[in-house]
């Protein structure tokens, strides 16, 4: 049996996760394409790495497909219906205005977990084979796969989230049939930098990253230029653990921050994040005054007496967006860049108090202001100094 036979063979028979190539949902309808105009039509995803559970970017993408796409909530036992109530809560508090436009689309979804990045390819011509409506892969690692399955598919409409399709040489792509959506992240960044500048009481403030990739140092130079801009003084540890996957890895490194006298950390890591945010949470319990802000979702409901905000990026609100112009036959090919103007990144509620508090939240909010008319201009890269 050839390999590409082996891997829909064991997609479809929903072996364990370590075939690499697991198909998640098991109370959807089995992998086909609708046989009749009633049928509701099937939209895939294909996670990157760290998969369902990651509270963060593979959450995301799932909460927009799932949950407001298809209204559904996805459980252990299968598929139920999805609330109106959490539906909205969902969406927390600056999506909420806009619930009465992010209704079901009469969708089925059918989602593909990776176990490494040679999954990515597989999964999606899975998916092409399978004729779903719309196949998306979140994550940057996805852009190979997504461009050569594309191509292969010229027919089938692709969403890549977190990164444009680039030739050989590093040079953005057109395909007709492939939307792309980036985000400016360094403009959440440099909010969640100049929150943790004016409630750092040590003067010391720590970032732990995944991969040290160009991605994630547009995080870090736009968390350092916010930390400079609200406490110049301040002086900010960086460590990268050079994965996304690791929980263990992540809580070390972040203990070892703690320990050199940080009391607000930048949880910019996947999985490994997560592990970080449970060195705060621990820290926290045994009575230090530390703070941890997550990335790409809230993770406050991990740790709510540690988490003090997040960089929320909407990749949720891409992979709805996607699905319902899909739906209503303009979807397009090209690139979208999205930041704070356009509402692709922002900060999450701050919950907890510190002192100063209210008047650092004003301070954030002016500097949020400035960024969106194009007076402030946040760097992209660690060497550039701030503005």
Known sequence: MSPHRRVLCLALCLLAASTGCKKEAPSAPAPAKPSSASSKPTIGLVLGLGGRGDHAFNDSALRGLELWAAGLQYTQGGYQEASAPDRL???????????????PLGITPMVLQSRVAEDYEPNLQLLAEQQVSLAMGVGFMLENAVEQVARRNPSLPFLLVDSPLLDAKGRALFLPNVRTVVFREEEGCFLAGALAGLATKTGRVGMVGGMEIPLVKRYEAGFRAGVAATNPKATVLVNYTGSFTDFALGKQVGQDLLLKNTDVL???????????????????DAGRSVYVIGVDSDPSHLAPQAVLSAVLKRVDLVVYEAIRDQRQGRLKGGNL???????????????????GKAEALRTVDALRARIISGELKVPTSPGTPGP
Do not use: Y
């Open 337 to 355: 860049s999205l930041g704070l103007k356009e509402g692709g990144v922002g900060l999450a509620p701050v919950r907890l108090d510190f002192p």
């Open 89 to 103: 809560t969902s969406m927390g508090p600056d999506l909420a205005p806009r619930a009465g436009e992010l209704v």
């Open 266 to 284: 930048f949880a910019a890591a996947g999985v490994d994040g997560l592990g970080a945010i449970q060195a705060v949470k621990e820290a926290r």
